[in-house]
């Protein structure tokens, strides 16, 4: 069964508003979590690694203000899109490593955002 | 960082042959981890296979299977006996350590029924 829950699976908003995704760990704790966008048919671009205490580390590029990141628990991070936009519109999925299988990536299903 | 890259943007096979996914990866660690994950339309990501680098013999999970070149820096993935439901994009993927996770970009596969 899923090990990583994302929420919500797809959310539309007008622009100028904020919308929050929630990545949970399911059956272990995840001091770490994963933050990707995906355009239509390339691979998944990291955006930020969210540390459970600590700032949030952003790729290069990557607006901080813009995607605020919040790592509130062992099992808990979220991703808030402020004052979105339509190009903000797309794919994004967390990610957590469960340290015990040697399988480091355990995704969420996604959450299809669209901006209008 | 490290390099992780799939030649192939998409491919094509016949359902219940044989198909392999290229993928070949650059890095100057000796022991690291490789993945092959497949996102069907869904888009979820569901990993298919895994190697780890100190193990010489090759991955097999069922129809999957997977050609090792350690030297070469190569990381095919062989799909035998296709089907329908194996239509997806399969991203290969190199670890070291679970905070550094590299994919590379991707390669469509069609089963042509």
């Known amino acids: 069964g899923a090990v990583v829950s994302q929420h919500p699976s797809w959310v539309i908003c007008k622009s100028g508003t904020s919308v929050k995704i929630e990545c949970r760990s399911l059956d272990f704790q995840a001091t770490t979590m994963f933050w990707y966008r995906q355009f239509p048919k390339q691979s998944l671009m990291l955006m930020a690694t969210?540390?459970?205490?600590?700032?949030?580390?952003?790729e290069q590029g990557v607006e901080k203000d813009k995607f605020l990141i919040n790592h509130a628990s062992l099992t808990l991070s979220t991703l808030t899109v402020t004052s979105a936009h339509p190009e903000d519109s797309s794919f994004y999925i967390c990610?957590?490593?469960?340290?015990?299988?040697?399988?480091?990536?355990?995704f969420g299903n996604g959450t299809r955002l669209t901006v209008t | 960082a490290q390099t992780v890259t799939q030649s192939q943007p998409e491919m094509s096979v016949q359902e219940a042959e044989t198909v392999t996914l290229s993928c070949t990866y650059d890095?100057?660690?000796?022991?690291?981890?490789l993945f092959w994950y497949k996102q069907p339309p869904s888009r979820q990501m569901i990993l298919v296979i895994r190697?780890?680098?100190?193990?010489?013999q090759n991955a097999t999970e069922n129809r999957f299977s997977v050609n090792f070149q350690k030297a070469a820096k190569s990381f095919s993935l062989k799909i035998s006996d296709s089907q329908l439901g194996d239509a997806a994009m399969y991203f290969c993927?190199?670890?070291?350590?679970?905070?550094?996770?590299?994919f590379g970009t991707g390669t469509s596969l069609t089963v042509i029924p």
């Open positions: 969210s540390n459970e205490g600590s700032k949030a580390t952003y």
């Open positions: 990610s957590a490593p469960r340290q015990t299988d040697n399988s480091p990536l355990h």
């Open positions: 190697q780890e680098a100190y193990k010489q």
């Open positions: 890095t100057s660690e000796s022991d690291y981890y």
């Open positions: 993927a190199y670890s070291k350590t679970p905070d550094q996770f590299y």
